[in-house]
């Protein structure tokens, strides 16, 4: 099982590489290239990597297995957050898993630790934005005490698609 580590400065292009890899194996298929290209320029460019890694408004944990990221999970507080903004919340915007490490409790491992931070930080609630046509990942949440609270966009290059907004409630 693999174990979860606070990412830091050093690790910055370890992430960048797996946060292009797992983005781009989890949603390649259903954008088209350009929206892709884009999206990863402006998502995963090192200099935005490093200021976030920086910020007391986001956190970067790692799943780490034998000295390699199997996967990640970036949180955001509330002035950092895309959407929502709640003081009494944590967003969890991004979590992936490499394809290898996936179905084998990678995934659930970092999503305890986002609640863990919230809990630390004595907030009310874990929330998401998940695409509405990844039906795995939404089963995934509801499995792990997620609820469907409602809907936001997310912009992948020019194109608006669909989120579904989930909610995981600490108290």
């Known amino acids: 099982m693999p174990t979860i580590t606070r990412a830091t400065l050093p690790c910055l292009e370890q992430l960048r590489q797996i946060a292009v890899e797992t ?3 989890t949603y390649g298929a259903m954008n088209t290239p350009e929206n892709m290209r884009h999206y ?3 998502a995963f460019n090192t200099d935005r990597l490093a200021t976030e890694l920086q910020s007391p408004l986001c956190q970067y944990w790692l799943a780490m297995s034998n000295g390699i990221i199997v996967g990640y999970v970036k949180v955001n507080f509330a002035g950092a957050q895309t959407d929502i903004h709640d003081p009494r919340s944590l967003e969890l915007e991004r979590i992936y898993v490499v394809p290898a490490h996936k179905g084998k409790g990678t995934g659930s491992l970092l999503l305890k630790k986002v609640v863990e931070v919230a809990r630390e930080h004595g907030l ?8 509405e046509k990844n039906e795995k990942a939404i089963r ?3 499995k792990m005490g997620f609820q469907k609270t409602g809907t936001h966009q997310f912009v992948l290059g020019d194109e608006e698609q669909t989120d579904f907004v989930m909610k995981f409630f600490i108290w």
Do not use: H, P, R, S
């Open 40 to 42: 990863i320029a402006k």
């Open 124 to 131: 009310q609630y874990v929330w998401l934005g998940v695409w």
């Open 23 to 25: 983005f781009t194996d």
């Open 140 to 142: 995934f949440y509801e």
